[in-house]
């Protein structure tokens, strides 16, 4: 699905004008995407509207002043807007307290991952200072109370079960009594999950509810459950209620947008994404970042930490860096210096998708190539005068002697020549650069995400 997004972002990113009909064609391979990955197709039609609808309002009224640049940032922030209001319903999932038993109960189909991922919640709040245990309230599945037992002694937590007791509500009550007198943090309740849909497991997702009062109920679902991820959704939101989702998977081939779709159907937010069958497997899910990441647009939360991380390493800088980024003014020099960063900090495989902007493309091939691909960034925009380093990129689309928007200007053709690159490259440079921009923009400003996520440390 990525790899689809972005090569239609890219291919907006080269289109010399943007028009109603560029914007239509883009739309059509955006939403032929997310279709093939099993979002569900109301949901698909109502993104291609809004943004239609947005981009439109955008062209008639002529504030892009003639530059195309401008009509292109609208586009693809309408596009990634959208997206994000896919996977955000809105709605803050429950964080466990301190000082306080937190029980979290989890629920979903068998084979979706539950006790797996009861395993690795019960690991990530341990590492964070909640003392954690897991009981295992699974009676149904042979063999369950053993899974339990092995993953639970694996990851270093303290469970409980019973082999002989056939009750799961006894089960459960009597796990949640006895870790809540030795005062544990957080308790993980797992629950069986049978083969279907059934009445007798809502009904016992509903007795066991009654009996360990979770602060939180999480549905677990697996990425690969397509289309029908929103009628199961539904059929546990009516009986378990549950206040979070975590999809399983997510590291396989599966396509994970009927998972995506279950947000919209129960306006319950995802937080956490399975990547993986080992205990860290386990990503924690925030809508923004997971676009970013899945247009190709980088990682800007990561990369924003990095830089306030260099920063601290250098006072001076750090005050400067920190009024960049509030007002989201990074210019193509503070780029260029992050991907220098990148390029020391090791192999570009891993590090490269943490640089907003860089296409998918980017990631491909060897590592020599990739790094390959990376110089020839540097070796562009070392061609660069210093007034155009410090720019926002603008001044390369300014309109020609005659008045007239020229596309490609004098600069670029310049710039190009001098770093025995091509026009196109330099281009492209431009493009991925006016991405991270602008996320960053969104990020870093007043009310941006960023702000949230600081506030959050
Ligand atoms: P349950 O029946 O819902 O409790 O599911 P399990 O926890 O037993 O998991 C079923 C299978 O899915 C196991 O083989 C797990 O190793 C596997 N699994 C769970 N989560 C993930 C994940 O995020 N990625 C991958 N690749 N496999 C997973
Ligand atoms: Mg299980």
Same mark, same amino acid.
Do not use: A
């Given at each position: 699905l990525g790899r689809k997004l972005n090569a239609a972002l890219s291919s907006l990113n080269r289109a010399p004008v943007v028009d109603d009909k560029v914007l239509d064609a883009l739309l059509k391979e955006i939403c032929a995407a997310l279709l093939e990955s099993d979002v569900n197709v109301k949901l698909v039609q109502q993104l291609r509207q809004k943004v239609k609808t947005k981009a439109k309002a955008y062209f008639e009224s002529g504030a892009d002043r003639g530059k195309e640049a401008n009509r292109k940032n609208v586009v693809q922030k309408a596009i990634y807007d959208e997206l994000v209001q896919l996977v955000d319903p809105g709605v803050e999932p429950y964080k466990p307290k301190k000082g306080h038993t937190n029980v979290i109960m989890a629920v979903g189909l068998q084979g979706n991952g539950k006790t797996t991922t009861c395993t690795k919640l019960a690991v990530y709040y341990q590492k964070r200072g909640f003392k954690s245990c897991i009981v295992c309230a699974d009676t149904f599945r042979a063999g369950a109370f053993d899974q339990t037992r092995q993953s639970a002694t694996k990851a270093k937590v303290a469970y409980f079960g019973s082999y002989?007791?056939?009750?799961p509500v006894a089960i459960a009550a009597q796990g949640v009594v006895k870790f809540k007198k030795e005062r544990f943090d957080v308790i993980i309740v797992d629950t069986s999950g049978r083969h279907k849909q059934e009445s007798e497991l809502f009904e016992e997702m509903v007795q066991i509810g009654q009996a360990v009062k979770p602060d939180m109920t999480v549905l677990v679902l697996d990425a690969?459950?397509?289309?029908a991820a929103e009628a199961q959704s539904r059929a546990f939101k009516e009986s378990a209620d549950f206040g979070a989702i975590i999809v399983t998977k997510m590291d396989g081939h599966a396509k994970g947008g009927g998972a995506i779709s279950a947000v919209a159907a129960t306006k319950t937010p995802i937080?956490?994404? +399975?990547?993986?069958?080992?205990?860290?497997d386990l990503d924690k899910f925030s809508p923004q970042p997971f676009i970013s990441k899945l247009l190709g647009m980088g990682d800007v939360q990561g990369l924003m930490e990095h830089m306030h991380e260099m920063a601290a390493a250098n006072p001076d800088k750090q005050k400067e860096m920190a009024k960049k980024l509030e007002e989201g003014k990074l210019s193509i020099r503070d780029w260029r210096e992050q991907i220098q960063n990148v390029m020391n900090m090791g192999p570009i495989s891993k590090i490269a998708s943490m640089i907003p902007g860089l296409p998918q493309e980017m990631l491909e091939g060897s590592d020599e190539e990739g790094t390959l691909r990376m110089k020839r960034m540097i070796y562009i925009t070392d061609s660069m005068s210093a007034v155009e380093l410090d720019s926002d990129g603008s001044m390369f689309m300014d309109l020609g002697k005659d008045g007239?928007?020229? +596309?490609?200007t004098w600069r670029c053709t310049r710039v190009a020549r001098g770093s025995g690159t091509s026009v196109r490259e330099v281009e492209e440079l431009l493009c991925q650069y006016r991405m991270m921009a602008n996320m960053a923009k969104q990020a870093g400003g007043k009310h941006g995400w960023l702000q949230g996520i600081q506030k959050m440390q």
């Open positions: 002989t007791e056939t009750d690969s459950i397509g289309q937080i956490f994404l +399975g990547v993986g069958e080992h205990l860290s007239k928007p020229e +596309g490609l």
